[in-house]
């Protein structure tokens, strides 16, 4: 349980502009594999593939050997667990917001996914704790609180399979890391397809695909991918620049 394979994926949103063409990977059970590239590469769309947002105009995407296109978006968002990279939360309590889609867990379960997503001192100094109201009308978080809500969300859930679509992109530097140490934990064990901007945080993915123009232009690991000098070096080589 917990396999995806993308088998010569083709898609367009407008038939006259091909976003993928024949795009091919696998996830093995309990792996990590990133997608990296140039915003605009159509790494997202791949994301909004699995979730059958839309439908695919040539080959097939499999979820634990299935084809997803007979399989309901109801029991795909059971089986993977989303981190974005703007969480959007509901105008309703915290509490609310970390049990959507667990309706069934106790306080205890909510606090103790609160704890292990580092949100839980925050919300304690709160006068309603995990009954406060966030949104629009209510307690307006920050990005990174955001995000934990999201991992909690996720660690209750416990989905066999983990989504992440740039979720530490908006984020500063000192919350990235902190954002990308819960990440680490949940996606430990559990099968990992992981959206990235900033390559630091996919160097121990089992796998590393650069995608281009819709089209794989390498793989391979991280280490591969720096030796053979080519799209990905120059990327990792460019990053690493700018953060000195
Ligand atoms: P990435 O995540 O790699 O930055 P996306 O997968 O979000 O790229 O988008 C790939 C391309 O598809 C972009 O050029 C984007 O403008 C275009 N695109 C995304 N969504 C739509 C849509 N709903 N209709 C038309 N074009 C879209
Ligand atoms: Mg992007
Ligand atoms: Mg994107």
Redesign the pocket.
């Known amino acids: 349980k917990g396999t995806i394979e993308f088998r010569n994926v083709s898609f367009a949103?407008?038939p006259a502009r091909p976003?993928l063409k024949n795009v091919s990977f696998e996830v093995p059970a309990g792996r990590t594999v990133a997608i990296v590239?140039p915003?605009?590469?159509?790494?997202?769309?791949?994301s909004r593939l699995l979730f059958r947002f839309y439908d695919i105009q040539g080959g097939e995407i499999l979820v634990d050997g299935q084809n997803i296109a007979s399989v309901e978006q109801e029991s795909l968002r059971r089986e993977i667990g989303m981190v974005p990279q703007d969480t959007v939360l509901f105008n309703d309590t915290i509490a609310y917001n970390i049990r959507y889609g667990r309706t069934d867990a106790s306080e205890e379960d909510v606090r103790r996914a609160a704890e292990l997503a580092q949100i839980g001192p925050f919300i304690e100094r709160l006068p309603d704790g995990y009954r406060t109201m966030v949104g629009e009308r209510g307690l307006k978080l920050s990005g990174g609180e955001k995000q934990r809500v999201a991992i909690a969300r996720t660690i209750l859930k416990a989905p066999p399979i983990l989504m992440l679509d740039e979720a530490t992109s908006a984020l500063d530097t000192q919350t990235e890391q902190e954002i990308q140490a819960a990440l680490d934990l949940v996606s430990r064990g559990r099968t990992t397809l992981v959206?990235a901007h900033r390559l630091s945080t996919v160097i121990s993915a089992d796998e590393i695909i650069v995608?281009k123009d819709g089209e794989i232009a390498e793989r391979g690991t991280h280490g591969e991918l720096l030796a053979s000098n080519g799209l990905y070096a120059s990327m990792w080589q460019r990053q690493r620049e700018a953060t000195e």
């Open positions: 949103y407008d976003i590239g915003s605009g590469a159509g790494k997202s769309t791949i959206i995608l």
